[in-house]
Nanobody
Framework: QVDLLQSGGGLVQAGHSVNLTCTASGRNNDAFTMAWFRQASGKEEREFIAALVWTTDYRIYGDAMKGRFKVSRGDATRTMYLQITGLEPADTAVYYC????????????????WGQGTQVTVSS
């Protein structure tokens, strides 16, 4: 069992930046992948943003997410960060972190563990 606790987000003006945090606890196995997804209101599917392999820090990004989105990890704790710069109203969504032990995945349904979600609202 892995528990994911998210923080950050809120109401942000367009053009500004936001930082999201996700801290994992529970099953102590470094061989896992953590990822960020987002789900906009009215959308059925969660959109892949980025993922990283904890042991190697290897990262991948969704095609539409390269540039303004940066995923990183903490050194001492199992904490993953997402920084979004140049926010646009289209970035308004609930952002989720996820984790699994099956390697890098871009599909939400393949992740077993999820954070509670955090709302990011971008005002124009």
């Amino acid at each position: 069992q892995v528990d994911l606790l998210q923080s950050g987000g809120g109401l942000v003006q367009a053009g500004h930046s936001v930082n999201l945090t996700c801290t994992a606890s529970g099953r102590n196995n470094d061989a896992f992948t953590m990822a960020w997804f987002r789900q906009a209101s009215g959308k059925e599917e969660r959109e892949f943003i980025a993922a990283l392999v904890w042991t190697t820090d290897y990262r991948i990004y969704g095609d539409a997410m390269k540039g303004r989105f940066k995923v990183s990890r903490g050194d001492a704790t199992r904490t993953m960060y997402l920084q979004i710069t140049g926010l646009e109203p289209a970035d308004t969504a609930v952002y989720y972190c996820a984790a699994d032990f099956l390697g890098l995945q871009e599909h939400a349904h393949l992740y077993d563990y999820w954070g509670q979600g955090t709302q990011v609202t971008v005002s124009s």
